[in-house]
């Protein structure tokens, strides 16, 4: 009696071990399920991603350019950032380009409608309207320049006729002191001497002569002054014996003589500065002096 009361609970547990056991074999197959699932998610994806190419004529599912977009909306995107890059450029003209094409062109890199629409700022006071400037931007226009452009080319020739106005100064007054110590008192008429010989050979040269007195180490240089102010001496030698009036005595003359001589003695007037405004006007109104003066 005793032996059969205490084995029986035990007989009892195993059928519970049993159910434990079949509960965990049950489950196991729910992870699977799971796994599953995800291997078969990952080929649907691919053929959503590639779908939208389906519609496509087969030449163009082929191109590898498409490959990189996942979807129509990124196509598109990329389809309208494209043309707004491509309506903010410029297409170069080519020899078959038309005139308008060509100002087309340059009127989108900068160029302004025309030659005088350029602003122009020089430190020697010339503008648009000066007929060396007027040349340059007019060169400047027909080359397609823009403004900025344009600046630069203005400023380098701001620097080269301040350059060429100081060497004048720098010449004419080297020239007065050495040929002041050199003649004295007779200074004066030296210098009108070669003056009359300048005049003379201008009017026979006046190519090779307006070339030269551009040239400040020619036009101011002691040596060729004094060379000719003996030739215009000559000249006004011959002037006497021939019984001709001598250059220099009428009134009208000697006036003249002394307003090319004022001139010549003011290194900053007009005259000597090829960038002044005023300097093609107070040119003209030497080379009248010198007519009056030795005509």
Do not use: C
């Amino acid at each position: 009696m005793t032996d059969n009361t205490i084995n029986a609970p035990a007989a009892a547990e195993a059928p519970a071990n049993a159910g434990i056991a079949e509960f965990s074999m049950q489950a196991a197959p729910v992870e699977n399920a799971s796994a599953e699932s995800a291997e078969s998610v990952q080929p649907v994806a691919e053929e959503v991603a590639e779908s939208w190419t389906s519609s496509l004529p087969e030449e163009l599912r082929k191109e590898a350019g498409l490959a990189k977009f996942k979807d129509i909306s990124g196509l598109a995107k990329s389809y309208l950032e494209a043309e707004k890059r491509i309506s903010g450029s410029v297409k170069l003209p080519t020899e078959k380009s038309t005139p308008e094409e060509v100002a087309a062109f340059y009127a989108k890199l900068g160029r302004p409608e025309s030659a005088d629409k350029y602003a122009v700022e020089l430190s020697t006071g010339e503008n648009a309207q000066t007929p060396q400037i007027a040349a340059l931007l007019t060169t400047a226009f027909d080359a397609g320049l823009t403004q900025k452009q344009t600046d630069a080319v203005l400023k380098y020739y701001d620097k080269l006729v301040s350059d060429y106005s100081e060497q004048s100064v720098k010449h004419a007054e080297a020239a007065r002191e050495t040929l002041q110590k050199e003649w004295g008192k007779d200074f004066d008429a030296n210098m009108n001497f070669a003056n009359v010989a300048l005049h003379k050979f201008g009017e026979k040269y006046p190519a090779e002569m307006s070339r030269l007195s551009r040239d400040p180490a020619f036009a101011n240089n002691p040596v060729i002054l004094s060379l000719f102010s003996e030739l215009g001496s000559r000249m006004q030698e011959g002037r006497s014996v021939s019984n001709e009036s001598p250059i220099g005595f009428s009134t009208e003359k000697t006036n003249a003589l002394q307003a090319i001589d004022a001139i010549k003695k003011d290194p900053k007037h007009a005259y000597w500065n090829a960038g002044h405004p005023n300097h093609f006007a107070a040119k003209r109104e030497v080379d009248e002096l010198y007519k009056r003066a030795y005509s």
